[in-house]
């Protein structure tokens, strides 16, 4: 089957480091995205892995490992924006079809 | 102007009345998507197409119907809507040509927020 799990909310303080974490079952892997979503609002994308390692984007970090069926985003110098619903999304199949497998998306509080 | 639009907004309708939930699109991506989003449950594929004659059921298409007008509009039809159906319903597109490029990620429309009573 497919599965992606990732924590349901987690709480953090302006200025700090929060890492979230996701692990993915599917029966394809073609690259695994992060989206940034706020309430009410339409998911943007964020990062984009497809090979084992970590991607830096400014002060959103990616990390990838295929064996493990792992990733997770790193968000450094948290600020109050950041306060949002951030969604693991795991593209299956292959030649280039783009079918997205998306996890529950875990809720981020970033406070004072 | 946004790229992806959606229409309406939100709407509130009856049990059993037929629905219809519009998508257009100004970035001349051919392949086009619609999610629903259930608290919880996270974003889950209804229908998508792939080009005006190409179109495929998700994994949650029961109760649904789409039609791919152009290429810049796909529409999700509720035939007879029922209370389960209350949801944030998400329209979204991306470019086949960029289908060997490193991410060519999904961008969406706004939403529209459906509750049936």
């Known amino acids: 089957g497919q599965n992606i799990d990732q924590p349901t909310e987690m709480t953090a303080t302006e200025g700090a480091i929060v890492q979230i974490n996701c692990t993915y079952q599917?029966?394809?892997?073609?690259?695994l995205f992060w989206y940034q979503q706020h309430a009410g609002e339409a998911p943007t994308f964020l990062s984009y892995?497809?090979?084992?390692g970590l991607e830096e984007k400014g002060r959103f970090s990616s990390f990838l490992s295929r064996s493990k069926g792992y990733s997770y985003l790193l968000l450094k110098e948290l600020q109050m924006k950041d306060s949002a619903s951030y969604l693991c999304?795991?593209?299956?199949?292959?030649?280039?079809?783009?079918?997205?497998?998306f996890g529950a998306g875990t809720r981020l509080a970033v406070h004072p | 102007d946004a790229d992806v639009t959606q229409t309406p907004r939100n709407r509130i309708t009856k049990t059993g009345k037929r629905i219809m939930l519009e998508c257009s699109q100004t970035?001349?991506?051919?392949?086009m998507y619609w999610y629903r989003q259930d608290p919880g449950l996270g974003l889950r594929l209804i229908y998508y197409?792939?080009?005006?004659?190409?179109?495929n059921k998700g994994e949650i298409s029961d109760g649904y119907s789409v039609s791919r007008q152009a290429q810049a509009k796909f529409s999700l039809s509720l035939e007879s809507a029922i209370p389960n159906q209350t949801a944030l319903y998400f329209c979204?597109?991306?470019?086949?040509?960029?289908?060997?490029?490193?991410?060519?990620?999904?961008?969406f429309g706004p939403g529209t927020r459906l509750t049936v009573l």
């Open positions: 970035k001349g991506h051919d392949r």
């Open positions: 979204a597109t991306s470019d086949s040509a960029l289908a060997g490029v490193y991410y060519n990620e999904q961008f």
């Open positions: 892995n497809v090979l084992d």
């Open positions: 197409s792939f080009d005006v004659k190409d179109i």
């Open positions: 999304a795991v593209r299956g199949g292959s030649g280039g079809y783009n079918k997205l497998i």
């Open positions: 599917t029966s394809g892997f073609n690259g």
